[in-house]
């Protein structure tokens, strides 16, 4: 009974190692220099499939898929979105539907705690507008990441705006 045991431990512990190796570890591996790789061919992939790319003057990229409407967000508005976050392969790391049960995330316009990236991208977008931003990691996650992105990750986030109210009517 003792020797069962002993070899179930020892096939589970190689289970463990075997699983363990097979795991991506590509992302221990990740460098700035990876990032801006992928980064810029994702970049020349858009551009040679017809996208018009645009910058902030912070540096993050993005296409305008819809115009919307009316005001731009100013601090203190409370906004409505719909969002999905992407890394540049398409894999889907996040996404409004998996955090609200309407799928419509609300908050307050630079009062509540967001990437960099995504807060310029933000005040490009009127009511209705549909936006796809591309972050590069330093206005992200950065050289750190974070639990579920990688450190150096470039981030892309197809949001709308589904609302604005203005800082004077949520008072």
């Known amino acids: 009974m003792r020797k069962m045991k002993q070899a179930l431990v020892f096939i589970s512990v190689l289970f463990v190692f075997v699983l363990s190796s097979c795991l991506d570890k590509n992302t221990d591996e990740r460098t700035k220099e990876t990032e801006l790789q992928e980064l810029d061919q994702y970049l020349n992939d858009l551009i040679n499939n ?3 790319i ?10 305008r898929i819809d115009t919307g409407e ?7 508005d409370t906004l409505k979105i719909g969002y999905a976050g992407y890394f540049i392969d ?7 539907e998996f955090n609200v049960e ?30 796809q931003l591309i972050i590069p990691s330093e206005f ?9 992105i990688p450190k150096y990750a470039s981030l892309i986030f197809v949001t709308r705006m589904l609302d604005i109210k203005p800082v004077a009517e949520t008072d």
């Open 50 to 52: 017809g996208h018009n």
């Open 54 to 63: 645009d910058t902030t003057d912070l540096g993050i990229y993005y296409i």
């Open 70 to 76: 009316g005001e731009f967000p100013k601090q203190g």
């Open 90 to 96: 398409g894999s889907l790391f996040d996404t409004s």
């Open 102 to 131: 309407d799928g419509a995330y609300t908050f307050k316009f630079i009062h509540d705690p967001m990437i960099p990236g995504f807060e310029d991208g933000l005040k490009l977008m009127n009511e209705g507008s549909k936006m």
């Open 140 to 148: 992200a996650y950065g050289a750190n990441g974070s639990a579920q």
